[in-house]
Each structure stands twice: as C-alpha cells, then as structure tokens.
C-alpha cells in the first residue's frame, strides 16, 4: 500500500468493507431469476461439481441459454473470471446446506443460491472501499472519502445490484481496484512495476468477467502515458502485454471451443429473433435510452452523478490520470451501450450496463464534496435520499414481476422506451403491503429470509442467519466509527520536510 495510508486508514477501509457486506447481505433477493442469473449460476455449479463449464443441467431443465460447442457440449456465454470468483460463497452454502437444519432435500440448491447471489453484496462493497481508498490516496478527508464512498454505495444501483447475481458488482471492483493501483504511486514518480502488474491483473480479470469491458483498457492504458510517458513507458509496456495475455488466453479458449476466437458462446439469436451481439440501436436513440429515458436513465438511477460530474473537474486538479479514468471509462461506456442491441439490459432494473461506468464516474463524488459549501452538502443529501429511495423501490419487489407483464418488452421483444419502473414498481409494493392474502413464493417482498420461509426452510435457521448478519451490522458500524473518531483524534501523520514537499494532498 503507498506510503499516505497508515494502519488506522486501512482499519476505516476494512470496517466500511464488512459493515456494507452485512448490509448488502441483509438486502439481497438471495435468488435467480433472469436468464443471465440463472445461466451463471448453472456455470457455477458445474465447475464445482464437475470442474466443467459445460451446463447440460440447463438444458434438462429447459433453460440453455448459450451454445454448443465443437464436442456438442452446452455452453454458457459467460467468461470464466466471474464463475471462479463466486465459487467460495458456492462452496461456503453447500456446506452450510450439509449442516444446517430444516432444509428440504428439494430446497438445497435455493438455499446454496441465497450464498452464491450473496457474492454479489461483497463485490460492491469492495468497490465502496476501493472508491474510498482512492480518495483517500488523493488527499481527500477522511471523514468526506466515507461520506462520498456510501453516497456511491447506498445512492447508486451499486446498492440495487448488490442484491441479484449479475457481473456488474464484481466488474465495478475490479476497475475500481485497477484504478486504486494506477494511483498508488506518487503523480509525480513513476508506476512501478508491481503496482502496474496489479492493476493490469485486476483488468486481466475483467476481460474474463465480460469481454465488452475491453472498452475501458486503452483508457486506462492513456491514464498510464498521462503520467508522463517517458518515465512511465515501462509501466506502460508492462501493463499492456501483461492484458494481452489475459486476452490472448480467452480468445484461445474460444478458438478451441467453438472454433472461432471471437465466438464467445452467445447464441446468435434470442426471444423474437433479435440478434444477440448486434450493434444495430442508433446512436441517438441509444444516447436518449440512458439519458433521458424513466426505466435505464443513469441520471435518473443514479441522481449523485449530478454532483461527481462536475466533481471530475475538481478530480483534474488533484489527479489528470484519474480524472481520464473517471470521465473516459462512463464516456466510451455509454457511446458503445448506446449502440448495442440489447440496449436495455436483457431483463434489468436500470442501465444495468453501465453500473460500472457509474461506479467509475462516481470518483468525482470525493473532490465535489471536499470543496462544497453548505449548499452544495444540502444538494448532496437530497442527491443521496433521491438516490438510495430508488434502490430501495426496485430492491422491494421482483422487477421481473412487474416487466414480465408487456410494459417492458412489446410483442416483438423490442424495449419499449416509455416503460417507467419507480412508479409501477412503488404501485406494485404498496398492492403487496396492503393486500391481506400473503405473496405467493417469487412474489412479494423480494428478500431472502422470505424468499427461503416461503419455500420451505426452517424458520430457526433463516432467524440464525438474520441474527448473525444484524449482529454483523452493528458490530462493523460501531467499530468504523470507532475506528473514524480514532482517526480524527489522532490528527495528519507527522512529516518531514521532504515529505511534506512531495505530498500530492492533505489526508487526514
């Protein structure tokens, strides 16, 4: 770790990762629904069950969705780095599964969903404590890197995502992570070696997760050079082959599989015939989608934006590498998802695609708040209520219930561009809460513990895991605050002279 965070730093980092986890534990659907979820996590099961990619369960239960491959083996479309990286929540709920009392043979593999789904409540806390690190690492406050990091935590769809099993989590943490190591050095020093082979790891892996997030290398890779090419040409050099390999190996890896190294398992077509890997939504249409439109606006889902974009200006100030990452990586993101296909996300609550881009973007939040003043910090608790009422209203219910319906999709599977989900989907809670017959299972409040009672599971084990997440909650809160108030009391980190000179901030 650079040299600017010292241990009471890294405790504040570690206790904001574990008091959000047993957050996003305690909100998250703890099943899978959407074809892209429930695709992953046959993946999943069969690399731990039978160390295969292949998902011939999913084709017995007439949910294949992927293609078959040269040895007429059923394969997912989605890249290996993300099935790898949930594979420890997998193990950890089948052996709670092996262990635990009062579940129904016939309810293993819910039960082992609700840990495996869970491994999206730690991906976006990690990229919250990543997010928070950066800031700090820029000379932002500590007490404004907390408050920023839980405004892009709580107040973005980082928070709604956390709850369901697809990759936009875990891609938010990796490009968070790279960008928390081009910043490890000193600006005005060169990247060194180990630092610029981290980063490229963490992008290695994200090619592996989806290979669209390739967008995002040459931003990074500018961000490098922006250092000073000269003195950074050989972190430059290393982090750009060290890449190539991760997507040489995959581009290998399809070659074998399906005889093609650009054919990534996707079917060619999907529901009503639309082509899957198509660029063929005009760009203008596309730009209005995310932008303005009530179901995938990234402003609308997102209202801190408002504050981080113009916060990337500030961003420029302290850090120009950063900055390019922060403004490049959601520009280049929302040009090339404003083209694509499937626009809307598949089945999704927001602009799914670009939850990344928004994490990203989302580093200008630090630099707005830390030079705010009273009425700027005023705007930044509405943006923050705003943004958290938004995830709450589509984590309440099953957004799937409410677009299954035709508002989401027309009859030729096209997205239909007025759907507005905040308002029905707060119409489709409020018929829950004051309806006096219970939800059926899948409906109703969309939480696990309920999920899990309705399906059979004792109710003393889903108390034991309640207990045990609250409890977590409020351990981990108090010891952040506790860890916060040590922070503060302990004043900046006395240095020398020489130091002083060569500081890029002011932390404290």
């Known amino acids: 770790m650079p040299a600017e965070f010292d241990s009471a730093h890294l405790k504040i980092a570690a206790f904001l990762f574990l008091s959000l986890n047993f957050l996003f534990l305690l909100t998250s659907s703890g099943r899978v629904r959407s074809m892209d979820e429930v695709t992953l996590a046959f993946e999943v099961e069969s690399v731990a069950s039978h160390a295969s990619t292949a998902i011939p369960a999913a084709v017995s239960q007439n949910l294949f969705y992927g293609k078959y491959d040269r040895f007429a083996r059923p394969q997912g479309p989605y890249g290996l780095g993300n099935v790898l990286l949930v594979l420890p929540w997998y193990w950890l709920g089948k052996a709670t599964s092996h262990i635990a009392p009062g579940i129904p043979p016939n309810r293993t593999t819910l039960f082992t969903d609700a840990f495996t789904v869970a491994s999206s409540a730690a991906f976006s806390a990690l990229a919250a404590t990543f997010a928070f690190l950066i800031f700090v690492r820029i000379g932002v406050?500590?007490?404004?890197?907390?408050a920023a990091a839980l405004i892009l935590a709580l107040a973005t769809p980082l928070f709604s995502y956390s709850s369901w099993f697809y990759s936009e989590p875990l891609a938010a943490a990796l490009l968070l992570g790279a960008t928390l190591f081009l910043v490890a050095d000193n600006a005005d020093q060169p990247m060194t070696t180990k630092n610029?082979?981290?980063?490229?790891?963490?992008l290695g892996v994200l090619l592996w997760v989806r290979a669209t997030h390739v967008i995002a290398i040459p931003i990074f890779l500018a961000a490098v050079l922006l250092r000073g090419p000269r003195r950074n040409w050989s972190a430059f050099a290393t982090t750009a082959a060290t890449i190539g390999l991760f997507g040489l190996a995959y581009l290998a890896r399809n070659k074998y599989l399906f005889g093609n190294p650009f054919d990534f398992g996707y079917p060619e077509f999907g529901e009503g015939g639309k082509r899957m890997l198509g660029f063929d939504t005009p760009l203008l249409t596309g730009l209005k989608i995310f932008l303005f439109s009530p179901g995938k606006s990234m402003l609308l889902f997102a209202p801190p934006l408002l504050l981080a974009i113009p916060g990337i200006v500030r961003l420029a100030k302290r850090n120009r590498s950063l900055?390019?990452?922060a403004g490049g990586i959601p520009l280049v993101s929302l040009l090339f998802f404003s083209c694509y296909s499937h626009v809307e996300g598949s089945y999704s609550y927001g602009p799914r695609y670009l939850v990344p881009a928004i994490a990203v973007a989302s580093l200008g939040l630090g630099p707005a708040i830390a030079s705010a003043g009273p009425w700027i910090r005023r705007i930044a608790l509405v943006l923050f209520l705003a943004g958290v009422g938004i995830q709450a209203i589509g984590m309440a219910t099953s957004f799937i219930e409410d677009m299954a319906t035709g508002a989401y999709y027309d009859a030729n599977w096209s997205y239909r561009p007025d759907y507005s989900p905040v308002p029905r989907?707060?119409?489709?809670?409020?018929?829950?809460v004051v309806s006096p017959a219970p939800a059926p299972l899948g409906r109703g409040f969309d939480r696990w513990f309920v999920f899990l009672a309705k399906a059979g599971i004792s109710r003393g084990t889903i108390a034991s895991g309640l207990a045990f997440e609250l409890a977590g909650l409020v351990f981990f809160g108090w010891k952040l605050k506790e860890a916060m108030a040590h922070r503060l009391n302990q004043g900046p980190p006395v240095k020398?002279?020489?130091?002083?000179?060569?500081?890029?901030g002011y932390c404290s």
Not at 141 to 146: E, L, N
Not at 425 to 432: A, E, G, K, T, V
């Open 496 to 504: 020398t002279p020489e130091e002083a000179l060569s500081s890029v």
């Open 425 to 432: 989907m707060s119409r489709q809670l409020y018929n829950y």
């Open 323 to 325: 900055a390019v990452i």
């Open 141 to 146: 406050r500590t007490t404004t890197a907390v």
């Open 196 to 202: 610029a082979i981290l980063a490229a790891l963490f």
